[in-house]
């Protein structure tokens, strides 16, 4: 900690009492525990894809990254990139890691309430959800790519929860997110389209200062993303800092000598992001020796992922759709699923109308819950007669509705929506998924997607 005085210290938790301050992360470089060993998420990965994939990773780096692994696959006679997409959602399904340290230390730093993640993984969210809420999913999550573009649903002075950004895209089994410069590179041409950039997200990373943490862009990246970030010359008198924390760019003399001409308001710190984060909950901790328990308990919506299965249900069914939930996103599937019975107010009232307009898929749970007359003015009503009145304006034949049914209710009952009663129904009891119901959605969503794209 010699490098970093009291009053670096001193202010950088300044900044973050006053609300001031944006966590930029990479999570796929932070050391995580497998198998009684710590290695990089990025290198543990690209490791057990070469091995599906049956890659030698002779030639390459030690540890290897996912980028050469992908580079070197896609070399091999009929290689299918879109291939690598499904296969690396497996691998890091299949893995089953919890979140790293560094991470957990972040989310312990209560008044940090945007985070930006250039990773796909859901390790960041996990993190704050296990720190701030008992394990429990209540982060928001908005997830940019170049085909789905989306942004925060409210300035972030509005936002009502802990939100986590995946500015380069989220893991899932369409290609819509990065496992590749090449793909790093379509998603900052995209960012550059004022129409597709997040405008709401990048006013506020110009306005706040920001902490990169273990994000090892090349030379030419971080210099993009910083310009990027702040919109207008890095050289310009600005009121904002970045703390940009990683040995490698301390130690790129390019970088290096490039940021302390042109943009003196960065300044590189050269601690490991593991070292940086423990010190950094220290010191708030002992500033607020109750911090994490000041969090709000309380319940909150989860907002729109554009394009996501948007997933409803009686609050009488919460325990046994929870479980469907998870196993459509394990097999890389988005979706909305409101684990809060709160309801009311024209905030929820405008995100709850945007998931559904926005979903690729809707799905009604069935239940003797939502069948009992004593709930016909329950809130389900209304998400199922709003996807009702979105499907009267799609072709008959089109894919929208995926009725389930979890215990004996009557199946296409008068009481339902039209067009519900004329969907394809699937029968689930107790909401216990099997292969063929999580193959079933997981093609309709890609069908979907690829449309989306291709539109």
Same mark, same amino acid.
């Given at each position: 900690m010699e490098e970093l005085d009291e009053f670096f210290w001193s202010d950088l938790l300044d900044y973050i009492d006053e609300g001031r301050v944006i966590a930029v992360v990479d999570d796929g470089l932070l050391p995580v525990s497998q198998d009684g060993r710590s290695l990089g998420f990025d290198a543990l990965v690209a490791t057990r894809l070469a091995e599906k994939l049956r890659i030698g990773l002779t030639g390459l780096d030690d540890p290897p990254r996912l980028d050469d692994v992908v580079s070197r696959y896609l070399l091999q006679p009929r290689a299918r990139k879109e291939d690598l997409y499904v296969r690396t959602s497996q691998v890091?399904? =299949? !893995?089953?890691?919890?979140?790293?340290?560094? %991470? !957990? =230390? @972040? *989310?312990?730093?209560?008044?940090? =309430? !945007?985070?930006?993640? %250039?990773?796909?993984?859901? @390790? %960041?969210? $996990? *993190?704050?959800?296990l720190v701030r809420h008992g394990g429990e999913a209540r982060t928001d999550v908005v997830t940019f790519s170049p085909n789905r573009p989306a942004d925060l649903p409210l300035p972030r002075g509005r936002l009502t929860s802990p939100t986590v950004f995946h500015l380069l895209g989220r893991q899932s089994s369409a290609p819509d997110w990065v496992i590749c410069d090449e793909d790093r590179l379509e998603f900052l041409h995209a960012l550059q389209d004022d129409a597709r950039r997040p405008k709401l997200l990048f006013d506020a990373l110009r306005d706040d200062h920001l902490l990169l943490l273990g994000c090892r862009l090349p030379d030419w990246l971080a210099r993009?993303? @910083?310009?990027?970030?702040?919109?207008e010359r890095l050289s310009s008198r600005r009121e904002t800092v970045e703390y940009l924390v990683d040995p490698m760019a *301390?130690?790129?003399?390019?970088?290096?000598?490039?940021?302390?001409d042109f943009s003196p308001a960065t300044r590189v710190v050269s601690l490991e992001p593991t070292v940086f984060c423990a010190e950094l909950r220290t010191?708030?901790?002992? $500033?607020?020796?109750?911090g994490v328990a000041k969090v709000p308990s309380t319940p909150v919506a989860q907002r729109a992922v554009e394009g996501a299965v948007f997933i409803s249900y009686s609050s009488q069914d919460t325990d046994a759709v929870q479980g469907l939930a998870r196993e459509l996103d394990a097999a890389g599937i988005d979706v909305w699923f409101d684990r809060s019975e709160l309801r009311g107010g024209d905030d929820w009232e405008r995100n709850i109308r945007r998931g559904v307009d926005t979903s690729s898929l809707f799905m009604p749970v069935i239940s003797r819950a939502t069948h009992d007359p004593g709930r016909r003015r329950d809130y389900f009503w209304r998400?199922?007669?709003?996807? =009702?009145e979105r499907a009267r304006g799609m072709a008959p034949d089109e894919p929208f509705l995926v009725p389930v049914v979890i215990d004996d209710t009557p199946t296409y009952g008068d009481w339902l929506p039209d067009r519900f009663r004329s969907a394809q129904w699937m029968t689930l009891p107790g909401a216990r998924t099997d292969e063929r119901f999580v193959a079933h959605v997981r093609d309709l969503y890609r069908q979907i997607s690829s449309r989306a794209r291709r539109s």
């Amino acid at each position: 900690m010699e490098e970093l005085d009291e009053f670096f210290w001193s202010d950088l938790l300044d900044y973050i009492d006053e609300g001031r301050v944006i966590a930029v992360v990479d999570d796929g470089l932070l050391p995580v525990s497998q198998d009684g060993r710590s290695l990089g998420f990025d290198a543990l990965v690209a490791t057990r894809l070469a091995e599906k994939l049956r890659i030698g990773l002779t030639g390459l780096d030690d540890p290897p990254r996912l980028d050469d692994v992908v580079s070197r696959y896609l070399l091999q006679p009929r290689a299918r990139k879109e291939d690598l997409y499904v296969r690396t959602s497996q691998v890091v399904r =299949d !893995l089953e890691i919890e979140p790293p340290q560094a %991470l !957990l =230390d @972040l *989310a312990a730093v209560c008044p940090f =309430d !945007l985070f930006v993640t %250039l990773s796909f993984d859901g @390790l %960041l969210t $996990r *993190a704050i959800d296990l720190v701030r809420h008992g394990g429990e999913a209540r982060t928001d999550v908005v997830t940019f790519s170049p085909n789905r573009p989306a942004d925060l649903p409210l300035p972030r002075g509005r936002l009502t929860s802990p939100t986590v950004f995946h500015l380069l895209g989220r893991q899932s089994s369409a290609p819509d997110w990065v496992i590749c410069d090449e793909d790093r590179l379509e998603f900052l041409h995209a960012l550059q389209d004022d129409a597709r950039r997040p405008k709401l997200l990048f006013d506020a990373l110009r306005d706040d200062h920001l902490l990169l943490l273990g994000c090892r862009l090349p030379d030419w990246l971080a210099r993009f993303f @910083l310009r990027a970030a702040k919109n207008e010359r890095l050289s310009s008198r600005r009121e904002t800092v970045e703390y940009l924390v990683d040995p490698m760019a *301390a130690r790129d003399p390019a970088l290096k000598a490039f940021l302390a001409d042109f943009s003196p308001a960065t300044r590189v710190v050269s601690l490991e992001p593991t070292v940086f984060c423990a010190e950094l909950r220290t010191r708030w901790v002992q $500033r607020h020796p109750a911090g994490v328990a000041k969090v709000p308990s309380t319940p909150v919506a989860q907002r729109a992922v554009e394009g996501a299965v948007f997933i409803s249900y009686s609050s009488q069914d919460t325990d046994a759709v929870q479980g469907l939930a998870r196993e459509l996103d394990a097999a890389g599937i988005d979706v909305w699923f409101d684990r809060s019975e709160l309801r009311g107010g024209d905030d929820w009232e405008r995100n709850i109308r945007r998931g559904v307009d926005t979903s690729s898929l809707f799905m009604p749970v069935i239940s003797r819950a939502t069948h009992d007359p004593g709930r016909r003015r329950d809130y389900f009503w209304r998400e199922w007669m709003a996807a =009702d009145e979105r499907a009267r304006g799609m072709a008959p034949d089109e894919p929208f509705l995926v009725p389930v049914v979890i215990d004996d209710t009557p199946t296409y009952g008068d009481w339902l929506p039209d067009r519900f009663r004329s969907a394809q129904w699937m029968t689930l009891p107790g909401a216990r998924t099997d292969e063929r119901f999580v193959a079933h959605v997981r093609d309709l969503y890609r069908q979907i997607s690829s449309r989306a794209r291709r539109s």
